[in-house]
Nanobody, 122 residues
Framework: QVQLVESGGGQVQPGGSLRISCAAS????????MSWVRQAPGKGNEWVSS????????YYADSVKGRFTISRDNAKNTLYLQMNSLKPEDTALYYC???????????????WGQGTQVTVSS
């Protein structure tokens, strides 16, 4: 069955960096667009970033552009999000999700992980 398992979250000071990962299994990872979505306390889901199937094209929300980098290793079936210059407003539960439509909306993502918590605080 399809599984997405995030890891690497934690607490970091403002201005710090963190890399989170998403291990995928049970499907042809290299054939799908993948995305990161976050949910801050008391707020709805916010799309963060997407990457196409071979990693050649990446897309970012304006709120993270220039600070976050999405990447993937198809040989390891793993998706990454490198987060630099973190701000308190980046505090959220971060989910990886499979995007079967390729740049579809969040509501069209068909599989989600359980999330990994990122807290930016001094």
């Amino acid at each position: 069955q399809v599984q997405l398992v995030e890891s690497g979250g934690g607490q970091v000071q403002p201005g710090g960096s963190l890399r989170i990962s998403c291990a995928a299994s049970g499907f042809g990872f290299s054939t799908y667009y993948m995305s990161w979505v976050r949910q801050a306390p008391g707020k709805g889901n916010e799309w963060v970033s997407s990457i196409d199937s071979d990693g050649g094209h990446t897309y970012y929300a304006d709120s993270v552009k220039g600070r976050f980098t999405i990447s993937r290793d198809n040989a390891k079936n793993t998706l990454y999000l490198q987060m630099n210059s973190l701000k308190p407003e980046d505090t959220a539960l971060y989910y990886c999700a499979r995007d079967p439509q390729g740049l579809g909306s969040i509501t069209q993502y068909d599989y989600w992980g359980q999330g990994t918590q990122v807290t930016v605080s001094s």
